[in-house]
């Protein structure tokens, strides 16, 4: 069957370190995979897209890598803030345009 | 910046009323979508609509799901005959075109179906 697992357990991080999720899915060629930033009670909040030909991207603090080999995402968030205290989701598409399957997600808590 | 908005933020209902959740998405955008969010579980699709028509939906969205474009600017869901377990979170999203992958998600709507 067709999984998305992202760790359920929380994030406990000192403020300035480095936050790194993962996103496992099984059963999934996706073609493109988003980081979203949900707050309690809010809607997602897009951060990040990165492609099935693509390896990394960046945008200021954060990182995503894919790699389709391992069927797996690493998101990371560099010199992490108590403003980041979220939780972070995964969704693949797996065709141009189409509906978004979401993993559980993971919350983080930085810790001043 | 251009957001997605949804109205009400809270919706309270008893079990066989009607309800229509609304959503402005961002302008020029051309695909519209509806998720859902039951309390402690994930972010679940349920229809994505282009050019006035539903390009695909979810077994979650059934004969009491309806949804429409009554002008150029709003998108609306409609549930018939709510359930209790239509409670959720709902959320609209839109996409702005071909070549673009991005969903933009707005606020959503707290649904409590009594």
């Known amino acids: 069957s067709q999984k998305i697992e992202q760790n359920s357990e929380a994030l406990n991080i000192q403020e300035g370190k480095t936050a790194t999720l993962t996103c496992n899915y099984t059963n999934y060629s996706p073609a493109y995979l988003q980081w979203y930033r949900q707050d309690p009670g809010r809607g997602p909040v897009f951060l990040l897209l990165i492609r099935e030909n693509e390896k990394e991207k960046r945008k200021e603090r954060l990182k995503v890598t894919f790699d389709t080999t391992l069927k797996q995402s690493l998101f990371h968030i560099t010199a992490s803030q108590p403003a980041d205290s979220a939780t972070y989701l995964c969704?693949?598409?797996?065709?141009?345009?189409?509906?978004?399957?979401f993993g559980g997600g993971t919350r983080v808590l930085v810790k001043p | 910046e251009p957001e997605v908005t949804q109205t009400p933020s809270h919706q309270v209902t008893q079990m066989g009323q009607e309800v229509i959740l609304r959503c402005v998405p961002i302008s020029n955008h051309l695909y519209f979508y509806w998720y859902r969010q039951i309390l402690g579980q994930k972010v679940e699709f349920l229809v994505s609509?282009?050019?006035?028509?539903?390009?695909?939906k979810s077994e979650i969205f059934d004969d009491q799901f309806s949804v429409e474009r009554p002008d150029g600017s709003n998108f609306t869901l409609k549930i018939r005959s709510t359930k209790l377990e239509d409670s959720a979170m709902y959320f609209c999203?839109?996409?702005?075109?071909?070549?673009?992958?991005?969903?933009?998600f707005g606020p959503g709507t707290r649904l409590t179906v009594l």
């Open positions: 999203a839109s996409r702005a075109g071909q070549g673009t992958d991005t969903q933009y």
């Open positions: 609509f282009y050019n006035n028509e539903i390009s695909e």
């Open positions: 969704a693949l598409g797996v065709a141009a345009g189409n509906k978004l399957t």
